[in-house]
């Protein structure tokens, strides 16, 4: 969402500094994989679909396929630049804050909120099968607008 204060002056760019993000995580700083992470990380931290992605790409000028987007996406993700949180077996985002958290999914809005992790708290959890260990758990906690 642009303000008028953004739109006023020139953003400077972060390219330098993505390019060292990119070979930091053992990724090829692709002209491509360098214009999508200039989407997804010049802002504040949050949570975005490929469609949605595509969608800002097609925008910004930036001429990439849908399979483009999905395979640096999941790229990203495994470099561990990116978190992905799936909702259903159709739909996954892609969450810039890598940390600990959990969240609410307003249903009727298709939007992540995050949820602190500390505000999760379990009382039970049971032990991973042998031989495995836990690796992270995700709270996803489904809403929608209340009835008035
Ligand atoms: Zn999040």
């Known amino acids: 969402m642009p303000d008028r204060e953004t739109a006023a002056r020139p953003v400077p760019s972060r390219k330098p500094c993505l390019t060292a993000v990119l070979r930091m995580a053992g990724l090829r700083p692709t002209r491509q994989r360098v214009a999508l992470a200039e989407l997804l990380f010049a802002g504040p931290h949050r949570h975005v679909s490929a469609e949605q992605l595509h969608g800002?790409?097609?925008?910004?000028?930036?001429?990439?396929s849908l399979a483009t987007i999905y395979n640096t996406l999941h790229q990203f993700h495994e470099a561990g630049l990116l978190r992905e949180v799936a909702i259903d077996a159709s739909r996954s985002y892609f969450d810039t804050d890598t940390s600990d958290h959990h969240h609410f999914y307003v249903e009727d809005e298709q939007r992540m909120i995050d949820i602190p992790a500390e505000s999760v708290e379990f009382k039970a959890l049971p032990k991973a099968p042998d031989g495995m260990e836990v690796s992270h758990v995700d709270v996803v906690i489904r809403v929608r607008r209340a009835q008035a």
């Not at 800002?56 to 990439?64: F, L, Q, R």
Request: proline share 0%.
């Open 56 to 64: 800002e790409a097609s925008s910004a000028d930036v001429n990439v």
